[in-house]
T-cell receptor, first 115, second 112 residues
């Protein structure tokens, strides 16, 4: 039973380039979350998606960042025109809403380094 | 705005000793989670606590929740080196699937 998968695991970009991060949720999971972790800090919520819908994007920067979770395929977090401050670990989590006991399961993360 | 605070931020303890990590949160919450993260790794779910007075135990770790005090504790009994990691508490506060607000993390180092 594969867990949450993310790729790439490491990504290096120069300032101004685009970064695309992919997340495949656990089988049967319909909810996807993206979080960002800066060095030595906790995770910060970015966006919550269900298939073809953005449910909550209150943690997403207003510019340059976008996310999608299409009907088919992985969820994508896209960062346009990256800056050094975007360097962080980006984690995806998925969940299967089973009521009050719902738990988010995290992927291995993508470590983005902007040069 | 929901705030989640943990203390201590860093904890160095000897094997065999007991200690407690504290997690305070600012707003009424539906659920409280504890996660473990090893360096450079992802987060591993440890506990989900739902109701006042809830207590869960797994091995040397025991988590409890006091919703009236908005406080959760993670108690470590007779620590072993394998428990060295960073521990995060996280809170969600809406009825169903929702974002988690994480604490700052407690970096635990267990020494021989």
């Amino acid at each position: 039973n594969a867990g949450v998968m993310q790729n790439p695991r490491h990504l290096v970009r120069r300032r101004g380039q685009e970064a695309r991060l992919r997340c495949s949720p656990m089988k049967g999971h319909s909810h996807v979350y993206w979080y960002r972790q800066l060095p030595e800090e906790g995770l910060k919520f970015m966006v919550y998606l269900q298939k073809e819908n953005i449910i909550d994007e209150s943690g997403m920067p207003k510019e340059r960042f976008s996310a999608e979770f299409p009907k088919e395929g992985p969820s994508i977090l896209r960062i346009q025109q990256v800056v050094r401050g975007d360097s962080a670990a980006y984690f995806c989590a998925s969940s299967l809403p089973t009521g009050i006991q719902e738990t988010q399961y995290f992927g291995p993360g993508t470590r983005l380094l902007v040069l | 705005e929901l705030k989640v605070e943990q203390n201590p931020l860093f904890l160095s303890m000897q094997e065999g000793k007991n200690y407690t990590i504290y997690c305070n949160y600012s707003t009424t919450s539906d659920r409280l989670y504890w996660y473990r993260q090893d360096p450079g790794k992802s987060l591993e779910s440890l506990f989900v606590l739902l109701s006042n007075g809830a207590v869960k135990q797994e091995g040397r770790l025991m988590a409890s929740l006091d919703t009236k005090a908005r406080l959760s504790t993670l108690h470590i009994t007779a620590a072993v080196h394998d428990l060295s990691a960073t521990y995060f508490c996280a809170v969600s506060y809406t009825g169903t699937a929702s974002k988690l607000t994480f604490g700052t993390g407690t970096r635990l180092q267990v020494t021989l």
